[in-house]
């Protein structure tokens, strides 16, 4: 029983690897060659894919990926709402969910959602280890008890808070949003009130142990991120980042698969900067970013902040996008809102991986854009990244202009007379009659 990383490194094609290539038809060979290399991971607890996992990639020789984050809070718990949502993730197009419970009965809404979950399914262990008690009196046995658990009911990774150093609270002082990661600032309490070392970063090696014998894949979490642009890339979030780069070899040397988490709030212009600390820090281990959002002035539009910022960190060296949703900062996002963060993130992913010029990326964009141009209503909504959305619109259009329908050579958003893509087809259409010395008519 090996994980991905050590029968990588041993020169083994999983089924896992072979799969994964075919998806994003690359050779299995190179594939592998990332895996070994910690460059790319395959999140995929053995207990999972022994069910209904079917596995996804990360790294940057791939696709950039997609997560959705589902989950109850305190204040509503109710797991047919999360299942909806998760559902309304999958049909958008999640490549991940995690979920971030803490409220209800949390093994039971995991153990419903992973049953119905085809793609890598992440949680925040350190919720449940505080849920229903203070978080003073968390100790090691019950993280132990509870990482687990979790990894037992076929959890494919695991945000882990274990940079979270003691030493480096006191760089957050000048911050204006101090610690927003909510792992981050309960462990912290707990680091304030027993003054002692963050207890994941103590029993790391432990963690390990445990994260290896199911092949769970670290995320290792960015608790002291930026929560708003004036603190981002600060000497706290460089300080924990370095230790996150020494963790990444750590868990590695042990046989464990590894991404690393990301800002945050971050500002356009830092985000190349961020990207590339972090692969020089982490030797190239996929990074995962929350947005990036950036700018911090607009609640209720926050999928399009991150969404600005995740095409920017897709093209710099992220892999792997979590989603913002218009709800953030807000509330608990609804169905509605999960389908509007992923849709926003696949957009900045996509729009990412076209800009590094992914081989093959571009290829539906010209798909679509061939459509368009033959005014081929069909083919050009079955293309588009939210085929219910556009068809819903479009749809309503020809409902409210009688005289249009799906074939109808133009829309309502100039009119018959100022279609310029049906104007370019009688330019064509005449241009190939002059050629063909044949009389063009006098009007086009
Ligand atoms: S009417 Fe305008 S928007 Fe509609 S197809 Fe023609 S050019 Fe495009």
Not at 4 to 31: C, S, Y
């Amino acid at each position: 029983m090996s994980t991905q990383l050590e029968a990588a490194r041993a020169g083994a094609i999983t089924d896992e690897i072979k799969f994964v290539a075919e998806v994003e038809q690359l050779d299995a060979e190179l594939v592998c060659e990332d895996v070994a290399a910690g460059r790319l991971v395959i999140p995929a607890n053995k207990l999972h894919l022994a069910t209904n996992l079917k596995p996804c990639g990360i790294g940057r020789a791939l696709r950039t990926k997609v997560n959705a984050n589902i989950g109850t809070s305190s204040v509503r718990s109710c797991v047919e709402a999360e299942i909806e949502k998760m559902q309304a993730a999958l049909s958008a197009g999640a490549d991940a969910i995690m979920d971030l419970s803490t409220g209800g009965d949390l093994d039971t809404t995991r153990e419903k959602l992973l049953a119905l979950c085809p793609v890598p399914f992440g949680t925040v262990p350190i919720y449940q280890v505080i849920e229903g008690r203070d978080v003073e009196d968390i100790d090691n046995n019950i993280i132990v008890e509870i990482i687990e658990r979790q990894a037992k009911q076929g959890v494919d990774f695991f945000t882990i808070h274990a940079g979270v150093l003691k030493e480096y609270l006191g760089l957050l002082e000048g911050r204006v949003a101090g610690i927003v990661s909510r792992g981050g600032a309960l462990l912290a309490k707990w680091m304030v009130y027993h003054n002692k070392q963050n207890p994941l970063y103590e029993m790391f090696d432990d963690l390990c142990d445990i994260m290896r014998e199911y092949d769970v894949c670290f995320s290792l979490g960015d608790g002291l991120r930026p929560g708003c642009i004036a603190d981002a890339t600060d000497k706290a979030q460089i300080a924990e980042l370095n230790t996150l780069g020494e963790l990444t070899q750590r868990a590695q040397e042990r046989g464990c698969q590894v991404m690393v988490e990301g800002p945050g709030h971050v500002p356009f212009d830092q985000i190349q900067h961020n990207m590339e600390i972090q692969e020089r820090i982490c030797g190239g281990a996929p990074f995962y970013v929350l947005g990036p959002v950036v700018t911090d002035i607009a609640p209720g539009y926050d999928h399009i902040t991150s969404a600005i910022g995740g095409t920017a960190a897709a093209f710099y060296g992220a892999s792997f996008l979590c989603y913002v949703t218009p709800r953030e900062h807000l509330g608990l996002p609804d169905a509605a809102d999960v389908r509007a963060g992923v849709i926003a993130s696949k957009i900045a992913a996509h729009a990412g991986d076209v800009a590094r010029g992914l081989k093959g990326a571009a290829e539906r964009d010209k798909r679509l854009s061939v459509a368009r141009a033959n005014l081929d209503w069909k083919t050009h909504l079955a293309e588009s990244l939210d085929p219910q959305t556009a068809e819903r619109m479009h749809d309503e259009v020809c409902r409210e202009m009688k005289n249009l329908g799906p074939s109808t050579d133009y829309c309502s958003m100039c009119g018959k007379a100022w279609c310029s893509v049906r104007t370019n087809r009688e330019i064509r259409e005449a241009t190939r009659l002059r050629r063909s010395n044949v009389q063009a008519p006098r009007r086009i």
